[in-house]
């Protein structure tokens, strides 16, 4: 058998593959924390819809990784459009971007899709250690205080999350 370069090249890049695939393995995390969210008045799009602007803030509590729970503020903005149907009931959906920002001013970033009393955050990177993060939790969310365009409360995540460079 003869060495060709081509040959070595290509097993050391399917060596380097799996090697990589095997290292980044998503694990189960939980996410649990308080928010504020702020909204616009709503812009009415027909009669039995409109669309608000919002703002969330809160602080949040990143659990399950193998290093020790993590801690953020968390900042999100987005659209959400709320539905009236038939039988008197509303339906919203929305969705927008969050920065979860850690104690080492690290960034880990996220799009969201909201419902009436869920988020899901589909993680996508960021800055310092999250560079690599990727993942999704799904959350469910308890009101605690309803005002006219101010919403608090907690939410009380679960997915998984690949946590990228340590």
Not at 13 to 18: D, G, L, P, Q
Request: charged content about 20%; hydrophobic content about 40%; overall charge neutral.
């Amino acid at each position: 058998m003869r060495f060709s370069f081509a040959s070595a090249a290509r097993a050391l890049a399917v060596s380097t593959i799996a090697t990589a695939a095997s290292a980044a393995h998503a694990e189960a995390v939980t996410l649990s924390g308080g928010w504020v969210a702020d909204f616009s008045p709503s812009m009415m799009e027909a009669p039995d819809r409109s669309t608000v602007v919002f703002t969330l803030d809160g602080s949040y509590k990143l659990q399950g990784l193998a290093a020790q729970a993590q801690y953020f503020g968390v900042t999100c903005v987005g659209m959400e459009t709320a539905t009236k149907l038939t039988d008197g009931s509303t339906k919203t959906k929305g969705s927008g971007r969050c920065e979860f920002k850690d104690r080492n001013g690290d960034r880990l970033l996220a799009a969201i899709e909201t419902a009436f009393d869920g988020i899901t955050f589909r993680f996508e990177g960021g800055t310092g250690r999250w560079r690599s993060a990727r993942g999704t939790v799904v959350s469910r969310e308890t009101f605690t205080t309803e005002g006219e365009r101010q919403l608090k409360g907690f939410g009380d995540a679960k997915g998984e999350l690949i946590a990228g460079a340590p």
